[in-house]
Nanobody, 124 residues
Framework: VQLQAFGGGLVQAGGSLRLSCAAS????????MGWFRQAPGKEREFVAA????????LAGDSVKGRFTITRENNKNTVHLQMNSLRPEDTAVYYC??????????????????WGQGTQVTVSS
């Protein structure tokens, strides 16, 4: 299984970015996909997750109301729409895939595969 994340960049505070992550390989059909982020010197933080058909989503407290996760099953792709960005959103963002469960889990150790990470920088 491979995850390819893209869409990061530099944006001013209050702006928007859209991250995408494409999954390929033998991944079945009921996996969960999620986004995490990690800022320098900090632990990896849960951002959002979505179940296999997009019917259930979960967002971390720090991004609720600003970030939206969606998925395109025919393309095995998940998107993270990030609005009203703040300097504290600056981090490397990672997409991840959980093959063994349908619940929306928030702990990095529960996810089986990871993308390479994409940098998001929000200037003040």
């Amino acid at each position: 299984v491979q995850l390819q994340a893209f869409g990061g960049g530099l944006v001013q505070a209050g702006g928007s970015l859209r991250l995408s992550c494409a999954a390929s390989g033998h991944i079945g059909s009921t996996y969960v996909m999620g986004w995490f982020r990690q800022a320098p010197g900090k632990e990896r933080e849960f951002v959002a997750a979505i179940n296999w058909n997009g019917g259930r989503t979960l967002a971390g407290d720090s991004v609720k109301g600003r970030f939206t996760i969606t998925r395109e099953n025919n393309k095995n792709t998940v998107h993270l729409q990030m609005n009203s960005l703040r300097p504290e959103d600056t981090a490397v963002y990672y997409c991840a895939l959980d093959v063994a469960y349908s619940a929306l889990r928030t702990t990095p150790a529960d996810y089986d595969y990871w993308g390479q990470g994409t940098q998001v920088t929000v200037s003040s």
